[in-house]
C-alpha cells in the first residue's frame, strides 16, 4: 500500500531479508551490505528515519529520542504508551468469543492493580501484570490485514498536514484514568 499510494521511501529493518519487492523507494540491508554490518544499518534506519511502523519491541526506544512518529501494530501488552505514537492493540476475545475492546481491558487491570492486597509486594504486582500480559482467560489475536491497513492509513493522515484524526472520540474517555494522566503528559 505504501509503495503503491505514497512516494515515501520505505527501509524494511526486520528480521527476514528476503523479502522479494523490487521498487526505487524499498531498501532492505540488502542494499548496503558491502558498506556497513546489519547491525548499523538497523540502528541507523531507527536513529535517522522520522516515521517508523513496527510492533511493541525494545527497538522503539532508540525511535522515541529522535521525536519520530510511529505507528504500533499488534501492540501488547497494552501497558506502554510512547509520545508521538498510534497503537493498535491486538484483539481480544473472551471466553464468549466475544471481543473486548482493549481500553475495557485496561480498566480490568487498572482494577486488579488498586485491589492488590499488599500494594508494596513487586511479588503481587507481577503476577497481576503476568495475569493481564498472558491473558488466561481471553485469547489475544493477531490484528487482521484490514485493521492494519486501516491504521496505516490514519498514520498517514496523522504525519501530514493534509489531514486529522478526530481524536475527540468515545474511546478516549474509556481509557483508565492512570493512562489518561499518561496520554496528556506526553500529547
Same mark, same amino acid.
Not at 542494499?31 to 540502528?43: A, D, E, H, L, P
Not at 503481587?124 to 493481564?132: A, D, L, R
Not at 498536514?161 to 483508565?176: A, C, L, Q, S, T
Given at each position: 500500500?505504501?509503495?503503491?499510494?505514497?512516494?515515501?521511501?520505505?527501509?524494511y529493518?526486520?528480521?527476514?531479508?528476503?523479502?522479494d519487492?523490487?521498487?526505487?523507494?524499498?531498501?532492505?540491508?540488502?542494499?548496503?551490505?558491502?558498506?556497513?554490518?546489519?547491525?548499523?544499518?538497523?540502528?541507523?534506519?531507527?536513529?535517522?528515519?522520522?516515521?517508523?511502523?513496527?510492533?511493541?519491541?525494545?527497538?522503539?526506544?532508540?525511535?522515541?529520542?529522535?521525536?519520530?512518529? #510511529? /505507528?504500533?501494530?499488534?501492540?501488547?501488552?497494552?501497558?506502554?504508551?510512547?509520545? +508521538?505514537?498510534?497503537?493498535? &492493540? !491486538? @484483539?481480544? *476475545?473472551?471466553?464468549?468469543?466475544?471481543?473486548?475492546n482493549?481500553?475495557?481491558?485496561?480498566?480490568?487491570?487498572?482494577?486488579?492493580?488498586?485491589?492488590?492486597?499488599?500494594?508494596?509486594?513487586?511479588?503481587?504486582?507481577?503476577?497481576i501484570?503476568?495475569?493481564?500480559?498472558?491473558?488466561?482467560?481471553?485469547k489475544?489475536?493477531?490484528?487482521?490485514?484490514?485493521? #492494519? /491497513?486501516?491504521s496505516?492509513?490514519?498514520?498517514?493522515?496523522?504525519?501530514?498536514? +493534509?489531514?486529522?484524526?478526530? &481524536? !475527540? @472520540?468515545? *474511546?478516549?474517555?474509556?481509557?483508565?484514568?492512570?493512562?489518561?494522566?499518561?496520554?496528556?503528559?506526553?500529547?
Amino acid at each position: 500500500y505504501l509503495l503503491k499510494k505514497t512516494n515515501f521511501k520505505i527501509f524494511y529493518t526486520g528480521d527476514i531479508e528476503d523479502i522479494d519487492i523490487n521498487h526505487k523507494n524499498f531498501f532492505t540491508y540488502k542494499n548496503f551490505s558491502s558498506k556497513t554490518s546489519q547491525n548499523f544499518y538497523r540502528s541507523s534506519v531507527q536513529t535517522l528515519a522520522k516515521f517508523h511502523i513496527t510492533n511493541s519491541g525494545g527497538n522503539s526506544k532508540i525511535m522515541h529520542f529522535n521525536n519520530s512518529k #510511529i /505507528l504500533f501494530i499488534d501492540a501488547w501488552p497494552p501497558v506502554t504508551f510512547q509520545y +508521538n505514537s498510534i497503537f493498535l &492493540f !491486538k @484483539n481480544i *476475545i473472551n471466553r464468549n468469543k466475544k471481543y473486548i475492546n482493549c481500553y475495557d481491558y485496561l480498566k480490568m487491570y487498572e482494577r486488579a492493580c488498586e485491589n492488590q492486597k499488599n500494594k508494596n509486594s513487586l511479588k503481587e504486582g507481577y503476577e497481576i501484570y503476568t495475569k493481564f500480559v498472558n491473558a488466561r482467560d481471553y485469547k489475544i489475536i493477531d490484528n487482521t490485514d484490514k485493521q #492494519i /491497513l486501516k491504521s496505516i492509513k490514519e498514520f498517514i493522515l496523522f504525519i501530514s498536514n +493534509n489531514g486529522k484524526i478526530d &481524536f !475527540k @472520540n468515545n *474511546i478516549y474517555k474509556r481509557v483508565p484514568k492512570y493512562f489518561k494522566k499518561t496520554l496528556i503528559e506526553n500529547k
